[in-house]
T-cell receptor, first 115, second 113 residues
Framework: AQTVTQSQPEMSVQEAETVTLSCTYD???????LFWYKQPPSRQMILVIR??????QNATENRFSVNFQKAAKSFSLKISDSQLGDAAMYFC????????????FGQGTRLTINP | KAGVTQTPRYLIKTRGQQVTLSCSPI?????VSWYQQTPGQGLQFLFE???????NKGNFPGRFSGRQFSNSRSEMNVSTLELGDSALYLC????????????FGQGTRLTVV
């Protein structure tokens, strides 16, 4: 079975600085998808960024980028120019290939932004 | 375009009762998945429905069941509620293909007393 591990229960960063959230996963599949979701106090999960395992290029979405190391099974999220609105729980998630939509989540990292 | 709608938002039930939660997916989405979120266990996959068929199931007892209607709306039912069933139940919808992403609703907060 696939597992996802986030080793940082909490992180904090000063506004406008850069922070990196860590995620490792375990799978025997060669093709899969990885995601970072954000869950603010409103509880709604919001997709931040996604990465297809077959793509070597790291995904980027504005201030959010990932460092995808397939051999090391590592998938970290970098947030640049942190803003107060970035404060939330961040979840790393894995989904296998094919059409099935089952997501396996890590335990989450609570990110605090200090003004 | 309307998002994923879950009803009700909050629910309080007594041990032994049963409960039904509803999820209306984004228009055109045929896949609906359900997740349970608790402080201790985190986010756990319950099941996925695609075109009215259960396509995948998580490791939950048979008290947890679901169904999907022809309009893709889904319901989740929990029978004989236990205190440990208190959780945030999240629904996610997607088109259902390999390259699609899941969109989540705001969840239903269930409290069992």
């Amino acid at each position: 079975a696939q597992t996802v591990t986030q080793s940082q229960p909490e992180m904090s960063v000063q506004e406008a600085e850069t922070v990196t959230l860590s995620c490792t996963y375990d799978t025997s599949e060669s093709d899969y998808y990885l995601f970072w979701y954000k869950q603010p106090p409103s509880r709604q999960m919001i997709l931040v960024i996604r990465q297809e395992a077959y793509k070597q290029q790291n995904a980027t979405e504005n201030r959010f980028s990932v460092n995808f190391q397939k051999a090391a099974k590592s998938f970290s999220l970098k947030i640049s120019d942190s803003q107060l609105g970035d404060a939330a729980m961040y979840f790393c998630a894995y989904r296998g290939s094919g059409g099935a939509q089952k997501l396996v989540f890590g335990q989450g990292t609570r990110l605090t932004i200090n003004p | 375009k309307a998002g994923v709608t879950q009803t009700p938002r909050y629910l309080i039930k007594t041990r032994g009762q049963q409960v039904t939660l509803s999820c209306s997916p984004i228009s055109g989405h045929r896949s609906v998945s359900w997740y349970q979120q608790t402080p201790g266990q985190g986010l756990q996959f319950l099941f996925e429905y695609f075109s009215e068929t259960q396509r995948n199931k998580g490791n939950f007892p048979g008290r947890f069941s679901g169904r999907q209607f022809s309009n893709s709306r889904s319901e989740m039912n929990v029978s004989t509620l236990e205190l440990g069933d208190s959780a945030l139940y999240l629904c996610a919808s997607s088109l259902g293909g390999s390259f699609t992403e899941a969109f989540f609703g705001q969840g239903t907060r269930l409290t069992v007393v």
